[in-house]
């Protein structure tokens, strides 16, 4: 297939020849959704905890005597049934969130979101993308320019001058084909992505 490639005016410029199992790929949405619900899950980290009866600072004297006050028998009052008492289940800061993800279903689930953007037109190739200078203002000019207001950047090296100019600017994210993800690339409404990098991704996700 071939994709179009535009210059900086958002304009079509040229075709460029593209693989078809990268762009081409029928969408599965199923295989989609599970490779973005693994990629976050296995970016949690187990940092939350509660305490359980054991670890609640009571003390662990029987309240009353088993029998004759009327009341219902209790022996501890960091008991769970308690207000202030220990959790019955409680959460472990060691817990596991991490899902299991085939390489070869990433990699197809990576495919179908490049070829779904491509058929959506929301895949924009350039020859390259850089600023002259690290200023938010140049690079959002550069953006407005070429008629986009929300877009992933991905090149096949990161340029200091262009990693520094999108970090002020909410809708817009730079990075390197290494480090593309799933969850960034359904993210943004556009995705520019250099010549050079489209060529690696090709390499990787071949």
């Known amino acids: 297939m071939e994709l179009k490639l535009i210059n900086e005016q958002g304009k079509s410029a040229a075709s460029v020849a593209a693989s078809d199992a990268l762009f081409g790929r029928e ?3 199923s295989l989609v959704h599970q490779i973005v619900v693994a990629y976050r899950a296995n970016a949690r980290r187990g940092t939350r905890a509660q305490k359980g009866r054991s670890d609640v600072r009571h ?3 029987k309240p009353w005597r088993q029998k004759g006050t009327g009341r219902a028998r209790a022996g501890d009052v960091a008991s769970p049934l308690w207000r202030g008492g220990g959790k019955i289940f409680p959460n472990l800061p060691d817990e596991n969130f991490s899902h299991k993800v085939n390489r070869k279903m990433y990699r197809a ?8 953007l491509a058929r959506e037109e ?7 993308f850089s600023v002259e200078a690290p200023k938010t203002k140049l690079l959002a000019q550069k953006l407005k320019k070429m008629g986009l207001d929300s877009a992933l950047v991905i090149t096949d090296d990161l340029d200091q001058n262009l990693l520094l100019s999108a970090r002020n600017l909410v809708n817009v994210r730079v990075l390197d084909v290494n480090h593309a993800d799933p969850v960034s690339l359904i993210q943004f409404d556009n995705v520019i992505l250099t010549k050079k990098a489209m060529a690696r991704f090709e390499e990787i996700l071949k």
Request: glycine content about 4%; overall charge positive; hydrophobic content about 35%.
């Open 27 to 29: 969408f599965n949405e």
């Open 59 to 61: 003390s662990h004297k």
């Open 109 to 116: 689930g990576m495919c179908s979101i490049l070829s779904q």
């Open 122 to 128: 929301r895949l924009k190739l350039v020859e390259s």
